[in-house]
Nanobody, 124 residues
Framework: QVQLVESGGGLVQAGGSLRLSCAAS????????MGWFRQAPGKEREFVAA????????TYADSVKGRFTLSRDNAKKTVYLQMNSLKPEDTAVYYC?????????????????WGQGTQVTVSS
């Protein structure tokens, strides 16, 4: 049974930082591309970032580029999203996801497994 469990969300002031983690189990972690998405109230789920199987390649949404950093530790089966210079518009539920695709993808339907999400709230 595949499980992706996010943690690290919370309430932070604008300009602050948070580090999200996603711990995976039940899958061969190093065989999966990992991605982060977010969904704000009343909005569609949107892509945030993705990382290749080995961690050597990442891609980011323009809205977070330069502020967020995605990394992974295959030995720990965990992916990390470091979020700096947070803005109120970053407020959302953040989801991690795993994909068997060979190339990084920003499309939700390319991901096979999803976590339950962790809430991030940025106050102004």
């Amino acid at each position: 049974q595949v499980q992706l469990v996010e943690s690290g969300g919370g309430l932070v002031q604008a300009g602050g930082s948070l580090r999200l983690s996603c711990a995976a189990s039940g899958l061969t972690f190093s065989s999966y591309i990992m991605g982060w998405f977010r969904q704000a109230p009343g909005k569609e789920r949107e892509f945030v970032a993705a990382i290749s199987r080995g961690g050597g390649t990442t891609t980011y949404a323009d809205s977070v580029k330069g502020r967020f950093t995605l990394s992974r530790d295959n030995a720990k089966k965990t992916v990390y999203l470091q979020m700096n210079s947070l803005k109120p518009e970053d407020t959302a539920v953040y989801y991690c996801a795993a994909s068997t695709r060979l190339q990084l993808s920003a499309r939700t339907y390319d991901y096979d497994y999803w976590g339950q999400g962790t809430q991030v709230t940025v106050s102004s």
